[in-house]
C-alpha cells in the first residue's frame, strides 16, 4: 500500500518560533496533499490543500502568512507554522493522492505543542 | 455542500458484541462515503469507502457499511467487537475533491 511519513511526529517550540513539518510519500507520486489540524476529541479540520508546482489553496479562516505550505516536489510537502503561539498547539495531520480523483493516503500526524 | 454527521460521540460494547456506528450524509449529488479509524497519535486509516457501485461495502478488519439512499445514512458495522478495534472512527464525505469529516465517535470495547 502508498506510505505517507510525516516528520517529525512530535515538536516542542518556543512561543514566536517557526517550526516546518514535513510530509512525504514515499513509494508513490503525490501530485495533491492535504494538511489537516485536529484539536482534542475534536474532528480534522481542513487547513489547505496543496498541488505540486503551485500556490497551496487555503480554506476560510486559515491564515496562509502564519501557516506557509510549499509543495515544490511529488513527494514532499511543507508546513510552516510561522511565529507560532500557544494557540497553535494542535495535531497536524497530512494526506496525499496521486492526483484530485484518487485515495488520499495520511501520515501518522504532527503533535505541536507550543510553550 | 455536502456534509455527514454521526450520532453519538461515545459508544461503549463489550467485547464479542455487535458495534454499530451511525452515519448520515446530506448531499445533492451522490455520493462518495468513506470511514475512517484513528488510534491515539496516530494519522487515519481507511476502513472501507463507498463510490456508488455496491451498496454493502466491506472493509478491512471485519467492517462493513451499507449505503442506505431513502436514510441518507452509511453506518459502521462489525457483528463482533475486539478489544483492538477501541478507537477513533471518522465518517467523510468526498465534497468536490476534498475531504469533509464527521465529528467521529469513540468506540470503547470492554472485556
Known amino acids: 500500500g502508498a506510505v505517507v511519513s510525516q516528520h517529525p511526529s512530535r515538536v516542542i517550540c518556543k512561543s514566536g518560533t517557526s517550526v516546518k513539518i514535513e510530509c512525504r510519500s514515499l513509494?508513490?507520486?503525490?501530485?495533491?496533499m492535504f494538511w489537516y489540524r485536529q484539536f482534542p476529541k475534536q474532528s480534522l479540520m481542513l487547513m489547505a490543500t496543496s498541488n505540486e508546482g503551485s500556490k497551496a489553496t487555503y480554506e476560510q479562516g486559515v491564515e496562509k502568512d502564519k501557516f506557509l505550505i510549499n509543495h515544490a516536489s511529488l513527494t514532499l510537502s511543507t508546513l510552516t507554522v510561522t511565529s507560532a503561539h500557544p494557540e497553535d498547539s494542535s495535531f497536524y495531520i497530512c494526506?496525499?493522492?496521486?492526483?484530485?480523483?484518487?485515495?488520499?493516503?495520511f501520515g501518522q500526524g504532527t503533535r505541536l505543542t507550543v510553550v | 455542500a455536502q456534509s455527514v454527521t454521526q450520532l453519538g460521540s461515545h459508544v461503549s460494547v463489550s467485547e464479542g458484541a455487535l458495534v454499530l456506528l451511525r452515519c448520515n450524509y446530506s448531499s445533492s449529488v451522490p455520493p462518495y462515503l468513506f470511514w475512517y479509524v484513528q488510534y491515539p497519535n496516530q494519522g487515519l486509516q481507511l476502513l472501507l469507502k463507498?463510490?456508488?457501485?455496491?451498496?454493502l461495502v466491506k472493509g478491512i478488519n471485519g467492517f462493513e457499511a451499507e449505503f442506505k439512499k431513502s436514510e441518507t445514512s452509511f453506518h459502521l458495522t462489525k457483528p463482533s467487537a475486539h478489544m483492538s478495534d477501541a478507537a477513533e472512527y471518522f465518517c467523510?464525505?468526498?465534497?468536490?475533491?476534498?475531504?469533509?469529516f464527521g465529528t467521529g465517535t469513540r468506540l470503547q470495547v470492554f472485556p
Open positions: 513509494d508513490f507520486q503525490a501530485t495533491t
Open positions: 467523510a464525505v468526498d465534497n468536490t475533491d476534498k475531504l469533509i
Open positions: 494526506s496525499a493522492s496521486r492526483d484530485i480523483n484518487t485515495e488520499a493516503f
Open positions: 463507498y463510490t456508488s457501485a455496491a451498496t
